[in-house]
């Protein structure tokens, strides 16, 4: 049996509910048993998820790509700018979909868009207990460059074209 393609594309609002879903299901399988639920799914939290997602979408401020397969969204990434460097804010692939390619093709995506800008580095923090998360990240070429509390900095060379 062959997998379904994966499409990458640029969210829209309409992809809202879906992403919200992919985001809550990826945060439960490295949170339970770390820290309490009502942290990272509990009704203030994922309302605040959803308010902050909405906005990346529409502000046009970050950029934010969702991949899919057979039209429906399992994986998202948001990308921009902050105070300390360009970043990839959120990464996550549905659990249903790892291991499938889903997450590589998500991944050159971004960097294609990082290339396209011409930016020489981007940074992203992981939750240090991910160790499914760092494994991956490491496998594309992200250096641990520091520890924050319980999340890892991890920083990539963005190859060039």
């Avoid at 948001?78 to 093709?105: C, M, N, S, Y």
């Avoid at 939750?127 to 594309?140: M, V």
Wanted: aromatic letters at 8%; charged letters at 25%.
């Amino acid at each position: 049996m062959t997998k379904p393609h994966v499409t990458i594309r640029t969210a829209t609002i309409e992809d809202l509910d879906a992403i919200c879903g992919v985001h809550a299901r990826a945060r439960a399988t490295y949170y339970a048993g770390h820290i309490p639920d009502e942290e990272y799914s509990g009704p203030q939290e994922l309302e605040r998820q959803r308010t902050g997602t909405a906005e990346a979408i529409v502000s046009g401020e970050r950029t934010v790509l969702c991949a899919t397969r057979q039209d429906h969204v399992v994986g998202f990434a948001v990308l921009g700018a902050r105070f300390d460097g360009d970043k990839l804010f959120q990464f996550h692939i549905d659990p249903e979909v790892w291991r499938t390619g889903t997450g590589t093709a998500l991944h050159e995506a971004c960097v294609r868009t990082w290339q396209s800008a011409e930016l020489a580095t981007v940074l992203l923090d992981v939750y240090a207990p991910n160790a499914r998360a760092r494994a991956f990240y490491a496998s594309r070429g992200w250096l641990e460059e520091g520890r924050e509390e319980d999340h890892v900095t991890m920083r990539l060379a963005v190859p060039p074209v």
